[in-house]
C-alpha cells in the first residue's frame, strides 16, 4: 500500500515538474474587432480573416517590418522585379526550397512551392464559383485573363488548365507577368496578403471546406478555430525562419530601438502560440486588455480613449504597469458623400448636378458641418481633419496640400446659401430651394451602431443651425451597401482603408467609369477622368504629384464630397510583449512578436 | 280588505354599484395601489407638459461642456471637456487657392460681404448643469423628462394599440368560433412558435428597409403592437368563450341586437376589466422593449430621445465614471415601471376580488 | 390518447406551413440583399448578380420557396451564406454554450423560486409577503441592459471577481470561471417575475377546500404546505418551466453579446445582421417544432398528472 502510495506521490511530482516546461511557451492572446470569416485566401473578404491569412500564407513580396514609408521586400520570390516593357511586364524568380506545411492530401510527400501555385490563385480570383472579393484586382489587368474568365461565366466552370498569355511560367520558379496596360502599382497587388501562391490539389480536395483547411508555407499553422469564437495559430514546425531586417530602421524612432534590441539574434517566429477571441462588443473587448486577459490590444475603442490617454499621455495606472501605446493614423479616408446625380429615385435630388446653385447648396453643407466636435466628442479627438482623399503615409501624399473650403465657417454658409436664393420665406424655420419649393435632404447611416448614430445626430444638428432640414434613415448593412452602390441614397457616410499604399487607391473613389462600384458619389467630370487616367500612366514622381494636386483642388470646389477625417488608432501592448511595431499595410504582426513569459505568468497573478 | 292601500315605509332604494364603483372603492382602500396610481399620473402629467412644450422644451440646446458634470460633483475633473478646450487652429500651410477652377469663383466678393455681415454668437458653455451633461453637452435632467414622454407614449400607444387588436381578434375567435377561431388560432400558432427576438428583428428589419411601418416613432410603436397582440388575444378569446353562452348574451339576442351589438356593446364591459389589466401589463413590457430594440439601433429616429436612447448611449460611459445619465434614465424608467406594475397588481385585485 | 397525439400533430403542419410562409415572405421583402455583404469593395453589378447565382436567390420566388419546403423536411438548409459552414454544424456548435449557461440558470432560478414562493405563501398577507413582493416590482423594472452594464463593471471590472467576458473550449473552465457572472446575473433578473407567479400558484391552491380541510383534520401548517399545497401547485409551475424550455434553447442574446458567449441567442442576431437566410430559416423551423412539441408534450403530461382533464 505504502509502495503504491509512493508510486501514485512520484507520478505527480513528475507531473507537476513537466507542467512549469509547459507553461514555458510563449502564448500570445488577443481580440479581433469584428468576426472572421474563414481562411480561404481567394474566398475570404474581411481584414480580420485576410489577417490570419497574412500568417498562413506567403505571397510573393512583402512590406519590409520596420522601414517607414512603408517599403516592399521579397518573401517567397527572391528579389524585388523591377519594371519592363513600359510597366507592363513582372518577371518573378521564386526561391527554391521553400515547402508547403505537411496536409493528408499530400500523401506524405513534401511538397514544394513553385511558380505554377501563383498562376493557380490567380485564376481562382476569376473562377465565378469563387465569388472572390477581390476579383476586381484581376480585372482588366492580365493579358488574356479576361477571355478565361468570360468563358467560366459562359460555362460555369473554370478551366484551370487552360494557358493564359499574361501569365507564363517558365520552368519550376519563374513566371512573367504581362499585362494589358502600364500599371506601376501591379507589385503592391502581389504583396497582399491574401494574393497567394495556394497548392491545387489541397483547393481541390477541400472543395467547400477550403475555409476550414488553410495549407499555405507561412510561420504559423491553423491549430483551432471555433468560429466566430476563437482562432488558434501555432508555430509551423517545419518553417525555415528567418532574422529581423534592420536595413530600413531608424535609430531615433524609440519602437524601432527596441525592436532591434529585443530581438537580436533571435530566429523569428519566436512565439509558439496565438490565441485570438473576436469581440464585437466595446466595452468587453476594452475590459478583457485591461483585466489582463489579453495581452495587447489593436484599435482601443475610441469611447474609452480618454481613459487611456488622458490629454494626450498615457494614463498613469497604465503606465505604472508598463503598457505601451502605439498611435497609428492609419492610411484610411472616412468621409461622407453626396449624390450628385440630378435624379434619384425618380425624383429631382436638391444636391445632384453642377449647376452653381446646386454646388453652392453642397459648399455650404459641408461648411456648416461641425467637423470640431465630430472629431473631439465623437471621436475623442482620435482622427485628424482630411485635406484631401488622401492620407498620410502613403505615396503620393502631399503635406504642404491644405485647404479652408471643408473648415467649419457657419457665417460663410449662410451667406452662401442667401447669395443664392436658399431662403426661409414662409417662415417655417427651414430653407426653401431658389424656386421656393421646400426641400429635405435624406441622410443613411449604418444601423447598430452608436458612432454611427451620433455620426447623423451632428449632420441633424449642424445643418439645422443653418436652417437645412435633414431627416435620417438607419438602414441595414447589406443595404447601405447596396443603396449606395447603386445611388439609391442623397447622403451617407464611408470610409476607404488603403488595399496598397500609393494615392490612386483613394483618388479612384471619384473615377467618373468606377460609378456603380466604389465611387459612390456617382462624380462624373471629365476633367478630372482625364487626369486621372494620365497619372495611371506614370510612376510616382513630381509630375504624378501636380496631377494629383489639381484632382484634389477639382473636388474642393465642386464637392461631391466632405472630406471628413483620417482616423488615429492607439494599440496598446503589456511590457512583456516584445518586437511591437505596427504596421500601416500588414495586418498582424505575430511573425515578429516575442514574449516575455515569466513576466507575462507574474502579472497575470 | 281594506279599502285604502296604504303604501308601506319605502325602503331606501339601494343603487346597486356597478364593477367599477366596486373596484375604485376597493382601489381606494389599497395604499400600495393609490401611491402607485398618484405616481403613473405623475409621470402623465409630465409627459403631457413635456409634449405640449411647457417644460423641457430645450432639451435639445447643447448647454453644458462636454460630459458637463452635475453640480453636487462640481469640482471634479472633467477630462473629455478639458480636452476639447484645449485644441487649438495649429499653424498649417496657406490654404489651396481655388479660384480658377471653382465654378464660385465669380461670387467670391459677395460672398465675403455677406459673410462678414452675419453675426456670430458664440454661447458660453456652462461647466456643470443640474444632474450633468451628455457628450454634446445637453442637459440630462431635460433629456430625461423629455426621454420619459417618448417612451411612455411608445409604451401607452403600442399596447393600445395590441390591446385593440387583440380584443378585436379574441372577440372573433371567441364568438363566432369555427372557421373564424381556426384561421385566428392558426395565425396565433404561428406568431407563438417563432422564438421572439426572431420575430421583433424579423418586423423591424421591415420597418426599416421598406418604411412602410411610417417613419420614426410610428414604426416602433407598430413593430412592439404587431408582435405583441398575442397575449391579450389569448384572454380575451377565452373571456369570449365564456360569456358568449350566457343567459344576458342570450337575453340581447332575444331583444333582437345585432351580433356586432353583443360583442362590443353588451359583451365588451363585462369583460373590459380583463383588457385594462392586459393594458397596464403591457405598457410594461413596451417601455422594457423599448430599451432594447434602443440598444439594437432599430429605435426612435436620431433627432428624439427616449430612455432607450440614453442607456445605449451610456453604455460606454460608465468604464469612462460617468454616470449620470445611466442613473437618471434607469431610476426614472425604474419608478415608472415600478408604480406602473404596482398599479396593474392593484387593478387586478380591484376588479377580481376572488383572487385575494 | 393516442387519436389526440396524432390529432394535434396533423395540426401542426398547417402551422409549420404558415410559419416558413411569414419566414420567407418577412425576409425576402425585406432581408438585406446578402450579396451586397459578400461582394467586397469594389463590385461591379455583373459580379454582384453572380454571387446570387451562387447563392440560388436569383430564381423566381416560387422555386425558392419550394426549396425552403424540401429543406425543412430533410433538415438540411444547406450552408451559411456568409460563413460556408453547414448550418446544421452552427446550430449543434452553438447550442451547447447556450445551454451551459441558460440550464443552470433554468435550474437555480426555479429552485430559487419555489424555494422563496413557499415561504412568502407561508406568510401571505404581512407586511413581509407585501415588502417582498414591491421589492420584486422594483427590481423587474429595472432594465436588463442596465443589470448588464453595471454588474459586468462591478464583478467583472471593479472587483476583479470573475473575468469580463470569454469562453473557452473546456466545458467545466466554462461552467466555473465564464458561466458564473451571466449566470447569476440571469437568475438574480429572472427570480422576481417567476417568484411573483408562483406565489399566486401557491395561494390559488392554498384557498382550495381540500387544504382547509387538511388543516381541520389538524396537519400542522407546514405539513399542509410542503406535502399538500407544493405537490399540487408543481403542475402549473411546470407547466411554467416547460413553457420557458423553447426559449432555453435561444438563449440571451444580451448575455451572449455582453460576455461573449458563442451561443444560439447571438448567432440569430448576427444573422439577421447579416441576411444570413439559410442560418434564420434553419433556427425559426428548428424552434418552433420543438416549440409545438413542447406544448404537446406537456398537454399530455396534464392529462396524466391530473385525471381530471380531459381532451377535447
Known amino acids: 500500500m505504502t509502495r503504491r502510495l509512493a508510486m501514485l506521490a512520484l507520478a505527480v511530482l513528475a507531473l507537476a515538474l513537466a507542467l512549469p516546461a509547459e507553461a514555458q511557451k510563449k502564448v500570445l492572446r488577443m481580440a479581433f474587432r469584428t468576426a472572421e470569416t474563414g481562411f480561404d485566401p481567394v474566398r475570404a473578404y474581411d481584414r480580420y480573416s485576410v489577417g490570419i491569412c497574412e500568417n498562413l500564407f506567403e505571397p510573393l513580396l512583402t512590406y519590409d517590418y520596420l522601414a517607414r514609408p512603408v517599403k516592399l521586400a521579397p518573401l517567397v520570390a527572391e528579389s524585388i522585379p523591377e519594371p519592363e516593357e513600359g510597366g507592363t511586364r513582372y518577371t518573378f524568380r521564386i526561391r527554391p526550397g521553400i515547402y508547403f506545411v505537411d496536409d493528408p492530401v499530400f500523401k506524405g510527400e513534401k511538397r514544394e512551392l513553385v511558380a505554377k501555385d501563383i498562376e493557380y490563385t490567380i485564376k481562382r480570383y476569376r473562377d465565378p464559383r469563387n465569388r472572390a472579393a477581390y476579383e476586381w484586382l484581376f480585372e482588366n489587368k492580365i493579358v488574356g485573363l479576361d477571355e478565361l474568365a468570360e468563358k467560366a ?100 524612432d524609440e519602437w524601432d530601438r527596441k525592436a532591434m534590441e529585443d530581438l537580436r539574434g533571435k530566429r523569428l517566429p519566436q512565439l509558439d502560440r496565438v490565441e485570438i477571441y473576436p469581440i464585437e462588443d466595446e466595452q468587453p473587448r476594452y475590459l478583457a486588455f485591461l483585466n489582463k486577459e489579453h495581452d495587447l490590444i489593436d484599435e482601443t475603442p475610441v469611447s474609452f480613449i480618454q481613459q487611456v490617454l488622458p490629454n494626450g499621455k498615457l494614463a498613469p495606472n497604465l503606465a505604472r504597469q508598463g503598457v505601451r501605446v502605439f498611435p497609428e493614423l492609419e492610411p484610411e479616408f472616412t468621409y461622407d458623400v453626396f449624390n450628385v446625380e440630378e435624379i434619384v429615385d425618380g425624383r429631382e435630388n436638391v444636391l445632384g448636378g453642377n449647376a452653381p446653385e446646386r454646388i453652392a447648396l453642397r459648399r455650404a453643407m459641408v461648411l456648416a458641418h461641425d467637423r470640431k466636435q465630430e472629431i473631439e466628442i465623437i471621436r475623442k479627438g482620435q482622427a485628424i481633419a482630411a485635406q484631401s482623399p488622401v492620407p498620410p503615409g502613403v505615396v503620393g501624399y502631399d503635406p504642404s496640400f491644405h485647404t479652408a473650403a471643408q473648415d467649419y465657417d457657419p457665417a460663410r454658409a449662410k451667406a452662401l446659401l442667401d447669395m443664392f436664393g436658399y431662403r426661409d420665406r414662409d417662415g417655417d424655420g427651414w430653407r426653401e430651394t431658389p424656386e421656393g419649393r421646400p426641400f429635405v435632404v435624406q441622410y443613411k447611416y449604418n444601423l447598430g451602431g452608436q458612432e454611427q448614430r451620433q455620426l447623423a445626430e451632428l449632420w441633424v444638428k449642424s445643418m439645422a443651425a443653418v436652417g437645412i432640414r435633414v431627416e435620417t434613415l438607419a438602414v441595414q448593412f447589406a443595404d447601405l451597401l447596396n443603396d449606395k452602390r447603386v445611388g439609391h441614397f442623397q447622403m451617407a457616410g464611408s470610409a476607404w482603408i488603403a488595399d496598397y499604399p500609393d494615392a490612386q487607391n483613394f483618388l479612384q473613389l471619384f473615377y467618373g467609369p468606377n460609378t456603380n462600384q466604389s465611387n459612390e458619389a456617382r462624380f462624373r467630370l471629365p476633367e478630372y477622368d482625364r487626369l486621372y487616367e494620365r497619372s495611371l500612366a506614370i510612376p510616382d514622381g513630381e509630375e504624378r504629384n501636380r496631377l494629383y494636386r489639381e484632382m484634389d483642388r477639382l473636388l474642393l470646389a465642386y464637392a461631391p464630397v466632405r472630406l471628413g477625417v483620417h482616423r488615429i488608432f492607439n494599440h496598446l501592448q503589456y511590457p512583456w510583449v516584445k518586437g511591437y511595431k505596427k504596421h500601416p499595410i500588414l495586418y498582424t504582426q505575430f511573425k515578429w512578436l516575442d514574449l516575455d513569459v515569466a513576466a507575462q505568468q507574474v502579472a497575470m497573478k | 280588505m281594506s279599502a285604502v292601500l296604504t303604501t308601506p315605509a319605502q325602503a331606501p332604494v339601494q343603487e346597486s354599484p356597478g364593477l367599477w364603483m366596486l373596484a375604485w372603492r376597493r382601489l381606494r382602500q389599497d395604499t400600495v395601489g393609490m401611491v402607485s396610481l398618484v405616481i403613473v399620473a405623475f409621470f402623465l402629467a409630465m409627459m403631457l407638459a413635456s409634449y405640449t412644450g411647457l417644460i423641457a422644451k430645450d432639451w435639445a440646446k447643447e448647454k453644458g461642456v462636454s460630459y458637463a458634470n452635475p453640480s453636487f460633483l462640481a469640482g471634479a475633473e472633467n477630462l473629455e471637456a478639458k480636452a476639447m478646450a484645449a485644441k487649438d487652429a495649429a499653424a498649417k500651410a496657406p490654404p489651396v487657392d481655388l479660384s480658377d477652377i471653382d465654378p464660385l469663383a465669380p461670387y467670391y466678393g459677395e460672398w465675403q460681404k455677406r459673410a462678414e455681415k452675419i453675426a456670430v454668437t458664440e454661447v458660453k458653455r456652462a461647466e456643470t448643469l443640474p444632474f450633468g451633461g451628455d457628450k454634446w453637452g445637453r442637459d440630462v435632467l431635460k433629456k430625461v423628462i423629455k426621454g420619459s414622454e417618448v417612451s411612455i407614449f411608445v409604451g401607452l400607444a403600442g399596447a393600445l394599440i395590441a390591446v385593440f387588436i387583440g380584443t378585436v381578434f379574441g372577440a372573433m375567435a371567441g364568438y363566432w368560433g369555427g372557421f373564424i377561431n381556426d384561421l385566428l388560432e392558426w395565425c396565433y400558432n404561428i406568431f407563438t412558435s417563432i422564438p421572439y427576438i426572431l420575430l421583433i428583428l424579423a418586423f423591424a428589419a421591415v420597418a426599416q428597409a421598406t418604411g412602410s411601418f411610417g417613419k420614426g416613432i410610428v414604426s416602433i410603436i407598430l413593430i412592439l403592437a404587431l408582435t405583441g397582440w398575442t397575449g391579450p388575444y389569448r384572454l380575451m378569446r377565452a373571456e369570449y368563450i365564456k360569456h358568449a353562452n350566457r343567459e344576458y348574451v342570450k337575453a340581447a339576442q332575444a331583444i333582437g341586437a345585432s351580433n356586432r351589438s353583443r360583442m362590443f356593446v353588451h359583451i365588451l364591459p363585462n369583460v373590459s376589466h380583463v383588457a385594462l389589466v392586459q393594458l397596464s401589463a403591457h405598457v410594461v413590457g413596451f417601455i422594457k422593449a423599448e430599451v432594447i430594440l434602443s440598444f439594437l439601433g432599430f429605435g426612435v429616429p436620431v433627432d428624439m430621445v427616449s430612455w432607450g436612447t440614453m442607456l445605449a448611449e451610456a453604455q460606454n460611459e460608465l468604464v469612462i465614471g460617468k454616470w449620470w445619465q445611466l442613473a437618471a434614465a434607469g431610476t426614472s424608467m425604474a419608478i415608472l415601471v415600478t408604480a406602473f406594475s404596482l398599479l396593474t397588481d392593484s387593478l387586478r385585485d380591484a376588479l377580481d376580488p376572488k383572487l385575494k | 390518447m393516442t387519436a389526440y397525439v396524432i390529432r394535434r400533430i396533423w395540426q401542426m403542419i398547417p402551422t409549420i406551413a404558415g410559419v416558413i410562409l411569414l419566414i420567407f415572405i418577412l425576409f425576402n421583402w425585406v432581408g438585406g440583399d446578402p450579396a451586397q455583404v459578400l461582394a467586397g469593395k469594389i463590385s461591379n453589378p455583373e459580379q454582384i448578380a453572380n454571387i446570387r447565382k451562387q447563392l440560388g436567390v436569383d430564381q423566381p420566388y416560387w422555386f425558392q420557396l419550394w426549396v425552403f419546403v424540401q429543406q425543412v423536411f430533410t433538415f438540411d438548409f444547406g450552408r451559411s451564406w456568409s460563413t460556408n459552414e453547414e448550418v446544421s454544424r452552427i446550430i449543434l456548435t452553438r447550442v451547447g454554450p447556450t445551454l451551459t449557461i441558460m ?167 448576427t444573422a439577421v445582421n447579416r441576411s444570413d437566410f439559410p442560418v434564420i430559416k434553419a433556427v425559426t423551423v428548428y424552434l418552433a417544432m420543438f416549440t409545438m412539441v413542447v406544448n404537446l408534450l406537456v398537454d399530455v403530461m396534464y392529462k396524466f398528472v391530473d385525471p381530471r382533464v380531459s381532451f377535447k
Not at chain 1, 490539389?201 to 499555405?216: F, K, L, Q
Not at chain 3, 440571469?186 to 391552491?205: H, K, T
Not at chain 3, 381541520?216 to 407546514?222: N, R, S
Request: glycine content about 6%; hydrophobic content about 50%; overall charge positive.
Open chain 1, 153 to 252: 461565366k459562359k460555362t460555369g466552370t473554370f478551366d484551370y488548365n487552360a494557358k493564359v498569355a499574361g501569365m507564363e511560367v517558365r520552368g519550376k520558379y519563374i513566371i512573367s507577368f504581362k499585362l494589358k496596360e502600364p500599371d506601376y502599382n501591379f507589385l503592391y497587388i502581389l504583396a497582399m496578403p491574401n494574393v497567394v501562391p495556394m497548392a491545387r490539389e489541397v483547393i481541390e480536395a477541400y472543395g467547400e471546406d477550403t475555409m476550414g483547411h488553410p495549407v499555405g508555407t507561412g510561420p504559423f499553422v491553423l491549430k483551432e478555430w471555433v468560429r466566430r469564437s476563437k482562432i488558434v495559430l501555432e508555430r509551423n514546425p517545419s518553417y525555415r525562419g528567418f532574422e529581423l531586417e534592420t536595413r530600413y530602421a531608424d535609430p531615433n
Open chain 3, 103 to 269: 440550464v443552470p440558470v433554468l435550474v437555480i432560478e426555479t429552485s430559487l423560486s419555489v424555494l422563496f414562493a413557499i415561504m412568502v405563501a407561508y406568510v401571505r398577507g404581512t407586511l413581509t409577503d407585501r415588502a417582498i413582493m414591491i421589492i420584486c416590482t422594483v427590481a423587474m423594472s429595472v432594465s436588463f441592459l442596465v443589470y448588464i452594464i453595471v454588474f459586468q463593471w462591478l464583478f467583472g471590472f471593479v472587483l476583479g471577481w470573475f473575468p469580463v467576458q470569454g469562453w473557452s473550449e473546456s466545458f467545466w473552465k466554462n461552467l466555473f470561471t465564464y458561466a458564473p457572472l451571466p449566470i447569476m446575473l440571469a437568475v438574480f433578473v429572472g427570480v422576481a417575475p417567476q417568484l411573483r407567479l408562483y406565489r399566486s400558484f401557491f395561494l390559488d391552491e392554498i384557498n382550495q377546500d381540500y387544504v382547509r380541510t387538511a388543516r381541520a383534520k389538524g396537519l400542522p401548517e407546514k405539513r399542509v404546505m410542503l406535502k399538500h399545497v407544493l405537490r399540487n401547485a408543481m403542475i402549473p409551475i411546470l407547466t411554467n418551466v416547460a413553457i420557458y424550455l423553447p426559449g432555453v434553447f435561444v438563449g440571451s442574446f444580451l448575455l451572449e453579446v455582453f460576455f461573449s458567449i458563442p451561443g444560439l441567442g447571438r448567432e440569430i442576431i
